[in-house]
């Protein structure tokens, strides 16, 4: 596997599941991402894990709850979603530099696609 | 605050030229990231510029003015599989990254 890998690409649940969304990556970076991608609409940035810490987490609702257990992988676990929640959910990662921090490339996966009935 | 505008869409033919304008209004200023995006797929870098000025690679160049706030990516030679969504993005004062919605462009043959 090379890249950013996320699973499931495609995932329809209720309101009322609990569901995870997984994101690994083979890049041997230091951050990684959740974004939130819906038509039309500019990419949301939901969280930022620089270094296994969490360091951002921009006014994202609590049904929305990351985890980031080492360096190399990424869930999104979600809980009584809503259906305006409905969206192309990506998973990117980079390798964040303090000297450059400006040439941050990020790498993103194919993204999970989710349906909220 | 912080804005970035760039077309919804753009329509040209296999084989031309075709320039995709981003602008953008920021208090703070790290550089600006052009991606493309094929229907379906992860967007994918595609050039960063921090300084003014035109970089070109291969088929694809991108142009930044920071004092006008504005920034075009420029593809030469259209192919069809040229045929995606470009994305801008421009790097704030706190090093975060503010997209515009993207650009759909359709290559007709």
């Known amino acids: 596997e090379t890249g950013v890998t996320q699973t499931p690409r495609h995932l329809v649940m209720g309101m009322t599941n609990k569901k995870s969304l997984k994101c690994e990556q083979h890049l041997g970076h230091n951050a990684m991402y959740w974004y939130k991608q819906s038509a039309k609409k500019p990419l949301e940035l939901m969280f930022v894990y620089n270094f296994k810490e969490q360091t951002e987490n921009n006014s994202v609702p609590s049904r929305f709850s990351p985890e980031c257990p080492n360096s190399s992988h990424l869930f999104l676990h979600l809980h009584t979603l809503q259906p305006e929640d409905s969206a192309l959910y990506l998973c990117a990662s980079s390798q964040v530099s303090d000297t450059t921090p400006g040439a941050n490339v990020l790498t993103f996966g194919a993204g999970s696609r989710l349906t909220v009935l | 605050g912080q804005n970035i505008d760039q077309p919804t869409e753009m329509t040209a033919t296999e084989g031309a030229i075709v320039q995709i304008n981003c602008t953008y209004q920021t208090s703070g200023f790290n550089g600006l990231f052009w991606y493309q995006q094929h229907a379906g797929e992860a967007p994918t870098f595609l050039s960063y510029n921090v300084l003014d000025g035109l970089e070109e690679k291969g088929r694809f160049s991108s142009f930044l003015s920071r004092s006008k706030g504005y920034s075009y990516l420029l593809l030469k030679e259209l192919q069809m599989k040229d045929s995606a969504s470009y994305l801008c993005?421009?790097?704030?004062?706190?090093?975060?990254?503010?997209w515009g919605a993207g650009t759909k462009l359709i290559i007709k043959p």
């Open positions: 993005a421009h790097m704030d004062s706190n090093y975060q990254l503010i």
